[in-house]
């Protein structure tokens, strides 16, 4: 049976996938490749940050009433993230390895760090408060991350 933590993490590791062929580009000196490889991973990235904070995190909020925990936390997570994929796609724009390079190292670990808490904390919290609800959120967050 499919959990959130499960399709959720899944969605991680696809948006992974993504930015590891942006990095691969940079590598090359390839920059039209690099930035079409970064516009599919950006993409990615607000397409599940919103299917978190339109669908999941209210849910999970709704349920339990906890509004000021771990949801807050990766909503807030969720705003330097953008703010770090912006700064990086512009970099990008300009050609700028190093300056992309840097950013792309915060990144890295801003997202594996989120990622854990989601994947270890948060995700397994939703699955055991949303048993009921689970079909009718895998369907709604399957079709909000298919339409990016």
């Known amino acids: 049976m499919t959990t959130i933590r499960s399709f959720m993490t899944d969605d991680h590791r696809r948006c992974d996938d993504l930015f590891a062929e942006a990095e691969q580009a ?3 000196g390839s920059f039209d490749l690099a930035r ?3 516009g599919h991973f950006h993409s990615a990235m607000l397409a599940h940050f919103d299917s978190e904070e339109k669908t999941l995190f209210p ?3 709704a349920k ?5 925990g771990p949801t807050q936390v990766m909503r807030m997570e969720h705003e330097q993230l953008r703010s770090l994929l912006d700064d990086a796609a512009e970099a990008l724009k300009m050609a700028n390895a190093e300056d992309y390079l840097g950013l792309a ?3 890295v670990i ?3 760090q ?5 994947e270890n904390m948060l ?3 939703c699955d055991q408060h949303l048993t009921a609800e689970l079909p009718a959120i895998l369907e709604r967050l399957e079709t909000e991350l298919c339409e990016q």
């Open 26 to 28: 940079v590598g090359k």
């Open 36 to 38: 079409a490889a970064f």
């Open 59 to 61: 849910t999970f909020e």
């Open 64 to 68: 339990t009433g906890m509004r000021m």
């Open 105 to 107: 190292d915060t990144l």
């Open 110 to 112: 801003m997202m594996q």
């Open 114 to 118: 989120h990622n854990m808490k989601e």
């Open 123 to 125: 995700y397994p919290m």
